[in-house]
């Protein structure tokens, strides 16, 4: 897949088929865009993806900017798998969030990119002020012998299935919805830092998890999950929240790996198929809270983990 940091005028001659949206998450709906967009692609043909690198809430309300399911690295890689040729990955910013919805169709869309087929979302809104919407798209499209296409939205349980949808579900932990959503387990990843060393003291050494800025966490508590790291799979708990036991600072993301003797600072593990096992709370003491850490590695000995 070729990645475009801009959107320069198209010099190939191959035509384009585009389909535009964030894409947080890539979860069942977006990828139902995305097949719509590649049964247009002929052969010859190349079928691309113009998306933004910051939400654009980000520049539109900034005080309101949603937590992100997928990180723009994961999201790279999630529309790569997809069998998409080219994806414009672009800052959203001052230039794109004044242009009109007719100027954003016929200047980038059909003049610089040259798309000869549009696909989006049929609750698809954009351009100034939000006004142009799927119906704007097939007119201006058409109005210049292009074509468009309004997928409709995708239900799970009578419900559209939408990035909120998903965000909604990992607030409350409820990761087995989440993962049926997104159609793979939500992920989790970070580089291993230095923390306070409670875990090792307490005798569950845990790997401390700088997750990147932006990334939406699952609600506070414990949860069985799988890790990976080199590779390799372990099979672990995550504790994500402010230690209040001894007394509540900065939420962390501490990772304990059953049978994983390694010291990994500076190194990344990636967790996934995360199940909720109890909330955060203080306990009364050190020796209460290592007797419930025991109860909550009883939860690794599942033979296998379920996502569903």
């Known amino acids: 897949m070729k990645i475009h940091h801009a959107i320069a005028p198209r010099a190939s001659d191959r035509p384009l088929v585009l389909a535009i949206g964030f894409f947080d998450g890539f979860h069942r709906g977006h990828r139902e865009i995305v097949r719509a967009l590649l049964r247009l692609r002929r052969p010859g043909y190349r079928a691309a993806v113009l998306s933004f690198r910051n939400h654009p809430a980000t520049y539109l309300r900034p005080d309101a900017v949603p ?3 997928t990180t723009p690295e994961e999201r790279v890689d999630l529309l790569a798998r997809s069998g998409i040729d080219e994806l414009y990955l672009v800052p959203f910013d001052a230039a794109l969030a004044e242009l009109d919805a007719r100027s954003f169709l016929e200047e980038i869309v059909l003049d610089r990119l040259a798309a ?6 049929a609750n698809f809104r ?16 058409r109005e210049r012998g292009a074509d468009a296409y309004a997928v ?3 239900l799970d349980d009578g419900e ?14 409820e990761m087995a919805t989440a993962n049926r959503l997104l159609c793979e387990p939500y992920a989790l990843r970070g ?11 307490l005798g569950f050494p845990t790997a401390n998890l700088d997750v990147p800025s932006g990334k939406m966490l699952p609600k506070e508590g414990v949860y069985r999950i799988t890790a990976r790291h080199d590779g390799r799979d372990y099979r672990g708990l995550v504790s994500i929240g402010t230690n209040p036991t001894f007394g509540a600072g900065a939420k962390t993301v501490e990772a304990w790996l059953q049978d994983f003797r390694k010291t990994v600072y500076g190194e990344e593990i990636a967790l996934r198929d995360f199940a909720f096992i109890r909330e955060q709370r203080a306990f009364a003491s050190a020796d209460e809270l290592v007797a419930q850490m025991h109860d909550d590695a009883t939860h690794v000995q599942f033979p296998a983990f379920t996502t569903s």
Do not use: K, N, Q
């Not at 000869?116 to 979302?121: D, E, I, K, S, T």
């Not at 559209?160 to 932990?173: C, F, K, L, P, Y």
């Open 152 to 154: 409709p939205p995708l």
């Open 160 to 173: 559209r299935v939408s990035s909120t949808r998903v965000r909604a579900a990992i607030a409350h932990g």
């Open 116 to 121: 000869r087929a549009l696909v989006v979302g």
């Open 126 to 141: 954009f351009g100034r002020a939000r006004t142009g919407d799927a119906a704007l798209c097939a007119e201006v499209m």
């Open 67 to 69: 937590p992100l399911i």
């Open 191 to 201: 580089r291993v830092v230095l923390g306070r060393g409670l875990g090792h003291d």
